[in-house]
């Protein structure tokens, strides 16, 4: 941790520049332009975007993707993952996360501001009835993979944040009253109506 007001971070291999929000996402949209891809992709054309820059600003931009997670680690995003997916573990809310941020930077905004927001993507929808379930774990794995790219080495480990609550202190997401009323829209789409 650094002190407030810093704009360093302190890793094992020194100080590292913090990353600026735009900069950060502006690899997330480079891998999004021109053609739809799937997160896999968005995952692989980022992570080649980012082995190009020096190895203090790939680690630079994991850090940023630490943040990103923690922002939306919310309890009621996590609810609307469950929802979605049929069930959400802990590691299926990071791995929805990544699929989220493979859709940038206003679809993880307007997820953590209003999850019930989610009922509008395409995808979401579509899946009401397909049964389709959304993770991208290789998104998280960007930063590392693109250091490994361009140093042949290890990304160097910091202090990792937590990102999300811990599963025991979350409302129980099997109660479909309580699903209703924090998130209406999904429940509309995902929950079988009341006999």
């Not at 941020?101 to 307007?110: E, K």
């Not at 049964?131 to 490994?148: P, S």
Request: with cysteine.
């Amino acid at each position: 941790p650094c002190p407030p007001g810093n704009p360093n971070l302190s890793y094992l291999a020194g100080s590292i520049p913090a990353m600026r929000t735009d900069d950060f996402w502006a690899v997330i949209a480079r891998a999004t332009a021109d053609r739809p891809a799937s997160p896999a992709e968005v995952a692989k054309r980022a992570a080649a975007d980012l082995a190009t820059r020096d190895p203090e600003e790939i680690v630079a931009w994991g850090r940023h993707l630490d943040k990103v997670m923690v922002a939306s680690g919310t309890e009621d995003l996590w609810a609307a993952a469950y929802l979605i997916n049929g069930g959400c573990s802990d590691e299926g809310f990071d791995g929805f996360r990544g699929w989220l941020i493979a859709h940038g930077r206003d679809a993880v905004a307007q997820s953590v501001k209003a999850p019930d927001s989610l009922a509008d993507m395409p995808a979401v929808r579509a899946a009401a009835d397909n049964g389709a379930a959304f993770e991208a774990g290789e998104v998280l794995t960007i930063a590392v993979d693109a250091y490994a790219q361009a140093t042949g080495e290890e990304m160097p480990s910091g202090e990792r944040p937590v990102t999300r609550p811990d599963a025991a202190d979350l409302w129980d997401f099997d109660n479909e009253e309580e699903m209703q009323r924090r998130l209406p829209r999904l429940s509309e789409l995902f929950l079988a109506p009341p006999d």
